[in-house]
């Protein structure tokens, strides 16, 4: 479990906790705590059954760990609470496609309907009802590739 390999004081900032230990110099030294990060990630992403234990690569659960704990608590490299939504003038010009998943326990369906009514015209969402959070399942795969079949209609 991921909260329980965590000491009291790390508790209270899960994410800070796992990004310092995942930082370290020592691959060894922070092999289980990749691994566990990976599986956490992994029960979630898909409605799927969750994927077999990062154990069997190790070197994968190292470098998902590492990249998106870091990302994370640089909060994905953005300003402000909402910068999508807070800068969507910049870009509502610009067409946009959004697949979601029904089920996605990481980003809410609720956040693509909000871009999606600030996008206005420009914005095509389709959500994907038996997918959750990966691009990889089969419903979000098939979405993916009716955008993109769009947009070579439209601009190739």
Do not use: C
Not at 79 to 86: H, I, Q, S
Not at 140 to 155: G, K, N, P, Q, S
Request: charged share 30%; net charge negative.
């Amino acid at each position: 479990d991921l909260v329980s390999r965590l000491d009291e004081q790390e508790k209270q900032d899960v994410l800070a906790a796992y990004h310092a230990r995942l930082m370290q110099e020592d691959v060894n030294a922070r092999q289980e705590d990749a691994i566990a990060w990976a599986d956490w990630e992994n029960s979630l992403i898909s409605i799927a059954s969750p994927e077999p234990s990062s154990r069997s690569n190790p070197a994968r659960a190292d470098a998902i760990s590492r990249i998106e704990t870091h990302y994370f608590v640089n909060r994905g490299f953005f300003e402000g609470e909402n910068p999508l939504l807070e800068n969507m003038d910049r870009i509502r010009h610009i067409p946009g496609y959004i697949a979601q998943g029904r089920y996605d326990v990481i980003t809410p369906p609720a956040a693509a309907w909000a871009i999606a009514r600030a996008w206005k015209e420009n914005a095509r969402l389709e959500f994907v009802f038996d997918a959750g959070h990966s691009a990889g399942e089969p419903g979000t795969v098939d979405a993916l590739v009716r955008a993109t079949d769009d947009i070579a209609r439209r601009f190739g």
